[in-house]
């Protein structure tokens, strides 16, 4: 009588358990607008900077049943900038400055894990340091 194979073990179960980390690069930008004003004007002088944004992040999520809950940090620096004219009634070569030099998160989040599938809302707080100069030529 032939010999069969034992039936393979069953596949593992599904986790999101487990810690991760990663490192990003992209293009960012900025676009906003300065006011100005005193007693005798009032100007809004626009702005937009782009420049190159990276660093990492990490996290861990934990699973139990069918609920996933993550704890997830993350630190970019930047080159994004901008040096912009400041027109009359400043004096000429008056300008600005402004660049972010870095950013940063430290987020949660709460799932429900369907397979490999997950369905998440995500909250937290964002940290950045922009640095504005304001400069004339005398």
Do not use: C
Not at 46 to 64: E, K, L, R, S, W
Not at 93 to 98: H, K, L, R, V
Not at 123 to 138: A, E, I, M, P, V
């Amino acid at each position: 009588m032939p010999l069969k194979a034992p039936p393979p073990p069953p596949a593992p179960a599904w986790s999101w358990t487990g810690f991760y980390a990663g490192l990003d690069v992209g293009w960012g930008g900025i676009s906003d607008s300065q006011a100005m004003s005193s007693p005798t004007f009032a100007l809004t002088v626009p702005n937009n900077g782009n420049g190159i944004i990276g660093g990492g992040h990490a996290g861990y999520n934990f699973q139990t049943g069918q609920f996933v809950y993550k704890i997830e940090a993350d630190i970019a620096a930047t080159s994004i900038g901008d040096t912009y004219a400041i027109p009359p009634p400043f004096t000429p070569g008056t300008f600005g400055t402004e660049k972010l030099n870095w950013e940063g998160s430290l987020r949660g989040r709460l799932g429900i894990a369907a397979g490999t599938a997950l369905f998440y809302g995500t909250g937290g707080w964002g940290l950045w340091q922009l640095y504005r100069l304001l400069q004339w030529s005398s």
